[in-house]
């Protein structure tokens, strides 16, 4: 736990665990399948699922300096999520922002600094959640093919999390796990970096498609939607035959879905 003092791990989970799911706005709008494997996977753990009105974290906000509105959507998300026993996220980044940021955006305000902080205390990315709180085991899923896995930089730098999610898809059926050179590098996303430097993004993203190639795998994985999404862009771009899908919905066998394959090229771009 970080942050303020709260109820130790094995005290909350001799209940059932309420837990309040952040979607994240990116797997609202782009892949709600995301969310329904969470949702799964929670329930699987023996948590009772909430998901209460919500709306954007705020990091686009605040990595854009917008700190008055970063601290609004803040303010909005804690009211909304205070009540659960833990908040988790299918996102490195959100939940990065809600544990690590959400505690020095409202420090100099008391009241709200001490509601942050709690949120921050009880707050997780998913895998490590089931992982590290949950200690699930016993997964019941299967995936027949070659993965290799992408490590987002704010779950891997800010929350450390590595060995999670390949702890759970260690049990998955059929998997086979292809370690790239490069894992740890960052996708060339970063949110608005993307969009105010694209020749940067596009070549750091060049570098990981390569790396990604060359592990052979059929599939990369990864548990920011934002990381996904935009190495699944620049795959399609390339002409690669490499699916990209959220570890969520490989873990939840939620695969019926066609896998994330970006935005279409300007000339396949519908009017």
């Known amino acids: 736990m970080r942050g303020v003092e709260s109820p130790g791990c094995e005290e909350l989970v001799e209940r059932t665990a309420n837990v309040g799911l952040f979607v994240t706005c990116l797997a609202d709008l782009f892949r709600p399948t995301v969310g329904f494997a969470a949702v ?13 009105l919500q709306s954007c974290c705020g990091q686009p906000a605040y990595n854009a300096g917008d700190r008055t509105d970063a601290r609004a959507l803040a303010c909005q998300a804690i009211g909304a999520f205070e009540g659960f026993d833990y908040v988790v996220a299918p996102s490195g980044s959100c939940a ?35 992982v590290d709180v949950m200690k699930f085991e016993g997964l019941a899923a299967r995936f027949d093919g070659t993965v290799t896995y992408h ?11 590595r060995r999670q999610p390949r702890a759970l898809l260690a049990q998955v059926e059929g998997l086979s796990l292809a ?26 993203v060049d570098r990981r498609i390569d790396d990604i190639l060359a592990t052979g795998a059929d599939t990369v994985l990864a548990g920011d939607l934002g990381c996904l999404l935009n ?27 066609a896998p994330a394959i970006g935005m279409a090229p300007p000339e396949e771009a519908g009017p």
Do not use: N
């Open 151 to 161: 490590d987002a930089c704010s779950g891997l730098r800010e929350l450390g999390i």
């Open 96 to 130: 990065g922002m809600l544990s690590v940021h959400y505690p020095e955006l409202l420090k100099d305000d008391p009241a709200w600094a001490v509601r942050a902080r709690r949120m921050a205390a009880k707050t997780f990315e998913l895998t490590a959640f089931l």
């Open 179 to 204: 370690e790239g050179q490069a894992t740890d590098e960052c996708c060339g996303f970063g949110g608005t970096f993307c969009v105010k430097y694209a020749d940067v993004s596009v070549a750091i």
């Open 40 to 52: 799964r996977l929670l329930e699987e753990a023996g948590c009772r699922v909430h998901v209460p």
């Open 231 to 257: 190495i699944a862009g620049r795959l399609h771009r390339r002409g690669a035959h490499v699916q990209a899908r959220h570890v969520a919905e490989v873990l939840a066998e939620l695969c019926d879905e």
